[in-house]
């Protein structure tokens, strides 16, 4: 299985400040038809995860523009701009370039 | 827009099957567009991808879980389901439902039911 492994585990921001998180695969994510299968999600307190970013760099309908994803290969990054209360909760990055899908171990963010 | 809803009991014994059900609504169970895919998350802990079902009816489960799982389409009721046999307490999680496209891949959850494995 491909381990996702994400740095910190918790963050606590400053509302306005950015935010960065790290997710790290065990094998390339790149694919041989060019595409690279991470997703980052976001699971605020007692809601199931919402996804915010496809492939690496795609932000899903309706996710705010203050999100970004960035990366290649095994190295990724999620971006918060300016964190806002709303923001908080657990993020995970995910692959899927193979079975089985697996989720790196979470981040929480919490608000100072 | 398609939602998912999940349902099925919420205390199972230990040793026995797990059941549940997920609900398609806002779109076809049918379309090829999507794998119906389950996922749980035991109390505090993070997220552990359970299988999936294409519409056609093939699968693929977690190797972790493989021996014990089972997900099935019944298209003419637009639901999928799983079954988790021989259940333990390591089994308590919250069960969530999703659909997941090639690109997109997770991009609908249902709300996630609580099961609790207990006598």
């Known amino acids: 299985d491909i381990v996702m492994t994400q740095t910190p585990l918790s963050l606590s921001v400053t509302p306005g400040q950015p935010a960065s998180i790290s997710c790290k695969s065990s094998q390339s994510l790149l694919h041989s038809d060019g595409k690279t299968y991470l997703y980052w999600y976001l699971q605020k307190p007692g809601q199931p995860p919402q996804l915010l970013i496809y492939?690496?760099?795609n932000r899903f309908s309706g996710v705010p523009d203050r999100f970004s994803g960035s990366g290649s290969g095994t190295d990724f990054t999620l971006k918060i701009s300016r964190v806002e209360a709303e923001d908080v909760g657990v993020y995970y990055c995910?692959?899927?370039?193979?079975?089985?899908?697996?989720f790196g171990q979470g981040t929480k963010v919490e608000i100072k | 827009q398609v939602q998912l809803q999940e349902s099925g009991p919420g205390l199972v014994k230990p040793s026995q099957t797990l059941s549940l059900t997920c609900t398609v609504s806002?779109?076809?169970?049918?379309?090829?567009?999507?794998?119906w895919s389950w996922i749980r998350q035991p109390p505090g802990k993070g997220l552990e991808w359970i299988g999936y079902i294409y519409y056609s009816g093939s699968t693929y489960y977690n190797p972790s879980l493989k021996s014990r799982v089972t997900i099935s389409v019944d298209t003419s009721k637009n639901q999928f389901s799983l079954k988790l046999s021989s259940v333990t307490a390591a089994d308590t999680a919250v069960y969530y439902c999703?659909?997941?496209?090639?690109?997109?891949?997770?991009?609908?959850w249902g709300q996630g039911t609580m099961v609790t494995v207990s006598s």
């Open positions: 999703a659909s997941a496209t090639v690109t997109t891949c997770l991009d609908i």
């Open positions: 995910m692959q899927s370039i193979q079975l089985p899908w697996t």
């Open positions: 492939e690496v760099s």
């Open positions: 806002g779109g076809s169970i049918s379309s090829g567009d999507y794998y």
